[in-house]
């Protein structure tokens, strides 16, 4: 295999036409840090709304610095995984510290928040620096292209799949390559259903060459799935919805607010039940049952919103999707 053939075709491929996203219309390395530290654990489609209002919120790093910390949850409040919005403020606040943003991939690599694939996805793009990507799209695209079955959880693996993603990368033009590459993987080398003949480097491709893309990548360790159920409750009073503020010291979303549960509020008077919604976390597969109530709890944790004022705080998911289902928008 001519490895300069993968890294022409790609190229060609990508500029002849890819998905017009607005942080690919920008070398500001603020821009394009927003976008990965979103696109982590979010689907592109999702993320393109809230990349746009936070942006409009804290439309530049020391903007961001500056801001306090519920301020930034309640923008990212939809997300999920809000670690990631914690960092993001650390961050910024490092890069304004230090009087501007690392150009060096070690000292981007510093920052909180960003590993080895962010890293090297703002080195190049943003300052063109010679440092290929490795996320999910790209471990297919390289299992299947090199025909490897070998675990991709495992860090050998990793880091042989590195070292081939090196040899490909484009050094006069790093950051359009490695783009190039993760829109393969997300567009054309899908994990079902791959759309081959549409794929620029089939040619190149030794599991299409021997029929073995439906099998590959290989990863070996899988957790198995947590199933819970719950409940949760709307209580309105006065028009306004009683929320419960989670502990400073939660392991999970911290200072978060949300619906309560009936153990959590257990002098509520239960009512109807108005729907339920499934959400997933990480391997936990929960079910939540919806229920109308009233209560009269004012004390901390809990306390009572107009729904008005939701979008100023940072909410939970789950409250999100059970107020929509009581029929309170939150926009």
């Known amino acids: 295999m001519k490895r300069p053939d993968i890294t022409e075709l790609l190229l060609a491929w990508y500029r002849e036409g890819h998905r017009d996203l607005p942080w690919r219309r920008t070398a500001d390395p603020y821009r394009i840090w927003v976008s990965e530290i979103m696109l982590q654990q979010t689907r592109v489609q999702a993320a393109l709304p809230y990349y746009q209002r936070f942006l409009e919120s804290f439309p530049t790093v020391e903007a961001l610095a500056a801001a306090r910390e519920p301020a930034v949850l309640a923008a990212w409040s939809g997300l999920g995984y809000y670690s990631r919005a914690r960092n993001l403020r650390r961050a ?181 039940r108005l729907g339920e919604f499934r959400h997933t976390i990480t391997h936990h597969h929960y079910r939540f049952a919806v229920t109308a109530a009233s209560a009269s709890a004012s004390r901390k944790p809990f306390r009572w919103f107009a729904p008005a004022d939701l979008t100023k705080i940072p909410l939970s998911t789950t409250a999100r999707k059970a107020l929509e289902i009581a029929g309170v928008a939150v926009r």
Request: glycine share 8%; net charge positive; aromatic share 6%.
């Open 92 to 272: 910024a606040q490092a890069v304004v510290a230090a009087n501007g943003f690392p150009r060096e991939y070690a000292a981007i690599r510093a920052l909180p928040g960003i590993g080895d694939y962010t890293a090297a996805a703002i080195a190049s793009i943003a300052f063109g620096l010679p440092h290929a990507v490795l996320d999910g799209n790209v471990l297919r695209v390289v299992a299947r292209v090199e025909n490897d079955p070998a675990d991709i959880g495992a860090t050998g693996t990793r880091q042989r799949f590195r070292a081939v993603a090196e040899e490909w990368l484009d050094r006069r033009d790093p950051g359009t390559f490695n783009q190039a590459l993760m829109e393969l993987g997300a567009t054309v080398c899908l994990p079902k259903n791959p759309l081959c003949l549409l794929c620029p480097v089939s040619s190149q491709c030794q599991a299409f060459a021997e029929g073995t893309v439906d099998q590959l990548p290989v990863k070996l360790r899988r957790v198995v799935p947590v199933q819970v159920e719950s409940v949760l409750l709307v209580a309105r009073q006065h028009g306004k919805i009683l929320l419960r503020q989670r502990e400073p010291a939660a392991r999970r979303m911290a200072g978060f607010w949300e619906l309560p549960t009936p153990e959590q509020l257990p002098g509520a008077r239960v009512g109807r």
